[in-house]
């Protein structure tokens, strides 16, 4: 993306974690340590990952289409969908913690695919790539809950119009990368279309086992959304970021239109 876009989803970032944050602690839904891990560790990262290591032993996907299929798995917690959550009575407290969570598991799983040689973080540091990650999440997080503490009436005014700025945010994003890109992954080359549709199985499908209907929907949407601002930031560095480029925006792409599909599937 450009530089107007890569602003554009940070500021989406710091609104939505915002609004979480004059959320959390609304919600009665409560989740076991064992539970939580198994939400965030095994729908984001194990099952994606063996998935990935099948598809690497029987040669379906190039090795540039692996890489950066790669990047979308390790990039969980995109906290864009806190939006799509709350717009499908989803659990704002659940889907916060599954969002703290999930930047360590990004984090660590960036570290293991490079180490693996699935990935290459080329000249990006991973200490900064945290302390970026935590400042753009945590911090507005951590402000929302504080401000809702202090000042809970004016917290519950203007909550539903910060979640509401945050969802037109994201809207916007979509479309810009619609207009942006849309016909030319569309008529590009098959393989990154079919690695996106690929992975957006992968996210969607397991979690849709779960029996808890708010439970479901908060770590389908979770799931499905990934951070790609992370994976741009990677990209950013990359030699060969041209290459892997088309398999990311077709995920990126898939993923909000499934996103968008699922809410109107689930709206109340």
Known sequence: ????????????????????????????????????????????????????????????????????????????????SGAFVTSVNGSPALVSRLIVLLLGISLLAVALFSQ?????LGTLSLTGLAGYLLAITLTPLAAGMLFRRWLPNPSAQWQPRIERLGSVL???????????????????????????LVLVTLFVLPPLLEPVTVVRRTVVLVTLIRNLTLVLSILAVL?????????????GLFMYLTAGALLWCWRE
């Open 1 to 80: 993306m450009n530089g107007i876009m890569d602003y554009w989803a940070m500021l989406n970032t710091l609104v939505i974690m915002f609004a979480l944050g004059l959320t959390h602690g609304n919600s009665k839904l409560e989740s076991a340590t064992g539970k939580l891990l198994w939400l965030a560790l095994g729908y984001n990262l194990l099952i994606p990952a063996i998935a990935l290591m099948a598809l690497k032993n029987v040669a379906w996907f190039s090795g540039d289409a692996l890489a950066a299929m790669a990047l979308c798995v390790a990039a969980a917690g995109g906290t864009s």
């Open 116 to 120: 693996w040689h699935w990935i290459s």
């Open 170 to 196: 994201v809207i916007l994003l979509v479309i810009a990368l619609a207009i942006r890109y849309g016909r030319e992954i569309l008529t590009g080359p098959i393989e990154p279309l079919l690695a996106a």
């Open 239 to 251: 030699p060969n970021s041209v290459s892997l480029l088309p398999t990311v925006l077709a995920f």
